[in-house]
């Protein structure tokens, strides 16, 4: 198998993919990876308008011993926005790895130290949630709410402990981290596909509207990986290739995911084309003319082949008569 992961591209069927072009964090490396910034954080959904965490010693300092931790301990992928003005509140974003369904996708977290912190574990919302596109297993669609919490030690635990748990829930064949008497290779693989759909569909909210405190990243990311995106898009939808590897067999993708992954193609091919990224333009028009291209030939062909055995049927029929 071959990780897609920039190393190694596909070259069968004339396909190159590299899902990390122009590697994923190159751009994202010249923004602070933890920063603690002013301004508004109206729009985190929070239990704790009254900040009563604020008044316990025990917590301060936690969050303290966390903001310290924070600001040289981050994997290279996850970026966190602390409040000067609400210390109890923190937004994060995690970049999804290559080999997942979730490579080159955005996904943010609200975190939320209730006053009981640190004897109980943050509380975490995902921000981008749609009912009806199950992101990941342990990831309720329909709240955002985790479904499971990372092992919490008062005494030894921290907010890192929880983001890069956050970061492995986002994982290769996340199908498999629940527990299920049966595990379906098959199953698993459908499970990809909508879990990259709904990574999409993400992309495509996030685009619509960035967290302010991640304009910059977001518009740089999407300038510097839209293009890759659409190609991924483009050979996952007819099951060239599984979502976010290369098993050298084509996958007999199910009618209603192939019809959702095009679906999906149409609308980040438009949202490439907003102004945020306009530069992706000349690359998505590209695109559109392959996918023309290629059922122009796939009908010529058809034609081709239906025209000899339409003169066979009437070069017989007049023989008969």
């Not at 030894?156 to 290779?185: A, F, H, N, W």
């Not at 898009?233 to 019809?259: H, I, M």
């Amino acid at each position: 198998m071959v990780t897609i992961d920039g190393v190694e591209n596909m070259s069968n069927n004339g396909l190159s993919i590299d899902v990390e072009k122009g590697k994923n964090y190159s751009a994202q490396r010249k923004a602070k990876q933890f920063d603690i910034v002013e301004g508004s954080c109206h729009d985190i959904n929070t239990n704790n308008r009254d900040m009563k965490c604020l008044s316990h010693k025990s917590t301060l300092e936690a969050m303290m011993k966390d903001w310290r931790i924070l600001e040289s301990n981050l994997p290279e992928s996850i970026y966190v926005r602390a409040y000067e003005e609400r210390i109890d509140l923190m937004e994060v974003m995690i970049i999804g790895s290559s080999g997942t369904p979730y490579h080159n996708g955005l996904f943010f977290f609200e975190m939320e130290l209730l006053r009981s912190y640190p004897r109980i574990p943050p509380r975490v919302h995902y921000k981008y949630h749609l009912s009806g596109f199950g992101l990941n297993p342990n990831i309720n669609p329909l709240t955002g709410s985790l479904k499971t919490y990372p092992t919490w030690n008062p005494k030894s635990s921290t907010i890192l402990d929880v983001l890069l748990y956050l970061q492995g829930l986002l994982c290769e064949k996340p199908y498999y981290s629940i527990s299920r008497d049966e595990y379906s290779e098959e199953a698993s693989q459908i499970y990809d596909y909508n879990a990259f759909l709904a990574s999409c569909n993400t992309m495509i909210r996030v685009m619509n509207h960035p967290p302010e405190h991640f304009k910059d990243i977001v518009e740089q990311h999407f300038r510097t990986n839209g293009d890759v995106i659409l190609r991924a898009c483009n050979v996952y939808s007819d099951g060239r290739a599984r979502v976010g590897s290369y098993d050298q067999y084509k996958f007999d993708l199910p009618r209603k995911v192939e019809k959702k992954m095009l679906n999906v193609y149409s609308q980040l091919n438009a949202a490439f084309n907003e102004p945020v990224v306009c530069s992706l333009k000349i690359s998505c028009l590209k695109f559109i003319e392959y996918h023309t291209v290629r059922h122009l030939l796939c009908c010529a062909l058809l034609f081709l082949m239906v025209i000899p055995a339409i003169i066979i049927i009437v070069k017989y029929d007049g023989h008969m008569n």
